[in-house]
Each structure stands twice: as C-alpha cells, then as structure tokens.
C-alpha cells in the first residue's frame, strides 16, 4: 500500500492556540485528501474533503473556520486547529487517493491533539 | 451511501476462525464492498474489496451472496493481534468523488 505520513502524531498545546497538523502522501500524487476525527471508543468521522488547488469540502457541522484545510500541493495537505479548546482533543486521520491508484484510499497513522 | 450495519462487538479465541457479517441492504449496482482494520491510536488499513461471489487474499475471505445485501469477512485462525476494529464500508471506488463514510464497526476481541 501506499504510504502516507502525518506529523506531528502526537502534541500537548494550550487552550486558545492553534495547532497544524501535516498530511503528507510520500510515493504517489494525491488527487484528493481527506480529514477525519476519532473521538475515543467512536467511528472515524469525515470532517473535510480537500482538492490540490481548491478550497476544501466541509461535512455539514464542522466548523470551515475553525479547521482550516490547505491543500498546497500534490502531496502536502494541512490541517490547522484555531483557537483549539479541550473539547477539540481527539486523534486526527487523514487519507488520501489518487486516481492512478483506481481510486484507492490510505490512511495516515494519525495525530492525537490533546488540548489542556 | 448505502447503509451498512454490523455487529458492535464479538468475542474469539486464538486460533478459530472469526466471521463477522455486514449488512448493506441498499446496495447500488456501483457498489463495491470494502472492509478496513484498525488498532488502536492507527489509521484504518484496508483488508479486502470485493463486488461479489468470493475474494481471498493472505489476510481475510470476503463473502458475497448473489444479492449483495450483505457480505461476511472471514478471518481464518485469528492471533491475539487481530483484536482491533474491523469496518464495513459500501460505495463506488470508481467513482473519484465518493467518500468513504464509516459506520460504527466491530470490535474485535481475541482471547488467549
């Protein structure tokens, strides 16, 4: 399978401030990336869907502004937790598929936001 | 996206054969089925796909009835490391707008 990396996979941040969280897909060009959130003991939920280039697909109930989403490029997807709060703390999945790949989606390993 | 529906949990020991059943009474004509592993604190990893009849590979088998409504992976003599969780997902890989949507999954505990 492909591989795709995330960092950080883990970090301790402060309420009020904001955290990036990278998605990185490290052998093929990703056509789409997608971010999901995983509360504990809970289903990965889809929070966006991101297109290079393009500005990103929110699921209805997650807030555009306070996730930020950039997809840069090819390879390199972002996703930014403004002004986070404790009830932000879960694990953050992110995906990616390429069409050369018959569509085939790969995860990444996760990043688990823990907000004091 | 078609509906899909699995048991919350089941319970095995080391060394039997583990079949968890999906089911996907709303499946499209596009539709393929899709079953993912998680452990714990990791991404999701794909085990098998399949559109019907049966699929095998080294990991699992993927069961298919003629109509489709639902689908069994069958996890031949299962180790205490494949406790996890263990996702049913329906929908057109084909198809480069879908979105993989995931439902509640079933948690897997294997006993020594």
């Known amino acids: 399978g492909a591989v795709v990396s995330q960092h950080p996979s883990w970090v301790i941040c402060k309420s009020g401030t904001s955290v990036k969280i990278e998605c990185r897909s490290l052998?093929?060009?990703?056509?789409?990336m997608f971010w999901y959130r995983q509360f504990p003991k809970q289903s990965l939920m889809l929070m966006a869907t991101?297109?290079?280039?393009?500005?990103?697909?929110?699921e209805q109930g997650v807030e555009k502004d306070k996730f930020l989403i950039n997809h840069a490029s090819l390879t390199l997807s972002t996703l930014t937790v403004t002004s986070a709060h404790p009830e932000d703390s879960s694990f953050y999945i992110c995906?990616?598929?390429?069409?050369?790949?018959?569509?085939?989606?790969?995860f990444g390993p996760g990043t688990r936001l823990t907000v004091l | 996206l078609a509906k899909t529906t699995q048991p919350i949990s089941m319970d095995s020991y080391e060394g039997q054969e583990v079949n968890i059943t999906c089911s996907h009474n709303?499946?499209?004509?596009?539709?393929?089925i899709t079953w993912y592993q998680q452990f714990p604190s990791q991404g999701p990893r794909f085990i098998i796909q399949?559109?019907?009849t049966k699929v095998t590979n080294e990991v699992a088998s993927l069961f298919i009835p003629a109509d489709r409504k639902s689908s069994t992976l069958s996890l031949p003599r299962v180790s205490l490391s494949d406790t996890a969780v263990y996702y049913c997902l329906v929908g057109p890989p084909v198809d480069s707008s879908y979105k993989l949507i995931f439902g509640s999954g079933t948690r897997l505990l294997v006993r020594p």
């Open positions: 052998d093929f060009q990703a056509t789409t």
């Open positions: 995906s990616v598929r390429t069409s050369a790949r018959g569509n085939e989606q790969f």
């Open positions: 399949g559109y019907k």
């Open positions: 991101s297109n290079e280039g393009s500005k990103a697909t929110y």
């Open positions: 709303n499946i499209a004509t596009n539709d393929y």
